[in-house]
């Protein structure tokens, strides 16, 4: 099977367990995506531009975050398989207040706005799809809400590696650190003092 | 001394700093602090020994280098070791029959460094470089000079400092690498 068709078969899986789509639905929405290939660091999309893509993570950790003066919020990380891009800026085309920066080598489909927007008018299982999909992240979202409002820092720090133990290998702790809020050097002794 | 292709030359050593970055992330910033204290077992540097070390040179370095970099689209894309800059990196890098080498004074890591610090500290600083290799595809490696940490009367050519700056690198996090 060649890297394309392997890489839109976990795309499929993925919108399948959103909501199945019809063949002809498929054909449509299979059509409009491109392999993409970014380094570690590299900036994909900027504040103040409007998203131009929607991306299907299929290697790597990247990040939206948001830049106060010099302090940054680390607001969401996308891995595999799930999609990535600055999603109100894409859905609403109006310009990001966020960047869209990979954290390790990266390897994405990636579908343009246009295209993507386009096919959501006139098909309404892919709108649906797509419905439960940011549905799902919302809930997502507002459980993160939940956890930083409520939750100690030792909480959100084992939260974190529950919910995604791989990441301490994949990206520099300062990220992790900066995602749920805390000291990069209180996220070292938490490294040390808790045991998973 | 032969002439080479700038992204050939920049293509090797952003996936040489990327493979060092690949150590700091996957496994030394997820060792105790047991462990990056440890001192090798013929008493030589621990791992927060050797990332000191090499830290202590990015505080010159990538200063230095980000204020000698002049991008300019139009700017020679291939690039020439001089002789004294085929030398350097020659000395630094790692292989059959590489000779111990004495630290100098400034360099010399204290025996018990913050290690977490460290690390953390050499994860900046090679994104801050990864960042200086992506502008320098534009920068003319050859007519680019920068002075070395030893003496700002010896200048270098660009291409020649990357080279034996990453390579430098290159030696320590392997011999860090040893200590796991």
């Known amino acids: ?196 | 001394m032969k002439t080479i292709k700038r992204t050939a030359l920049l293509d090797q050593l952003e996936s040489e700093v990327e493979s060092h970055l690949q150590s700091a992330i996957s496994v030394f910033q997820n060792v105790s602090d047991t462990l990056l204290q440890q001192q090798s077992a013929q008493n030589g540097w621990s791992i927060a020994q050797c990332l000191w070390h090499i830290n202590s040179y990015g505080h010159y370095y990538l200063p230095a280098i980000a204020h000698a970099m002049k991008p300019d689209a139009a700017s020679r894309d291939t690039f020439t070791s001089s002789w004294l800059g085929a030398y350097f990196t020659r000395l630094m890098k790692p292989g059959e029959g590489m000779k111990k080498m004495k630290a100098f004074k400034d360099h010399t890591p204290p025996l018990q460094p913050d290690g977490r610090a460290e690390v953390a500290e050499f994860i900046r600083q090679q994104e801050v470089l990864l960042g200086l290799l992506r502008q320098a595809r534009q920068v003319d490696l050859t007519r680019t000079k920068v002075a070395i940490s030893l003496s700002r009367w010896i200048k270098l050519r660009l291409g020649d400092v990357f080279q034996f700056y990453v390579a430098h690198q290159g030696r320590h996090v392997a011999q860090a690498m040893r200590n796991v």
């Open chain 1, 1 to 196: 099977m060649s890297e394309m068709s392997s890489s839109l078969l976990l795309l499929r899986n993925l919108t399948t367990t959103f909501h199945p789509l019809s063949e002809m639905e498929w054909q449509a929405f299979s059509k409009i995506w491109q392999p993409f290939r970014a380094k570690r660091k590299e900036v994909l999309t900027l504040a103040g531009e409007t998203e131009r893509y929607l991306y299907f993570v299929l290697e790597g950790v990247q990040r939206v975050f948001f830049e106060h003066q010099t302090r940054e919020a680390t607001l969401v990380f996308t891995y595999s398989p799930s999609f990535g891009g600055v999603f109100d800026s894409l859905m609403q085309q109006k310009p990001s207040r966020f960047f869209y920066e990979t954290l390790s080598p990266s390897f994405f489909l990636r579908a343009p706005a246009t295209d993507f927007l386009q096919l959501l008018e006139g098909n309404p299982g892919i709108e649906k799809m797509v419905r439960k999909g940011l549905t799902y992240t919302l809930a997502g979202m507002m459980e993160r809400m939940v956890e930083w409002e409520c939750f100690s820092s030792e909480e959100r720090f084992r939260k974190l590696l529950q919910r995604s133990p791989h990441i301490l290998q994949l990206v520099p702790h300062k990220y992790l650190a900066n995602y749920i809020g805390i000291d990069p050097t209180n996220f070292s002794k938490l490294m040390n003092s808790v045991r998973i």
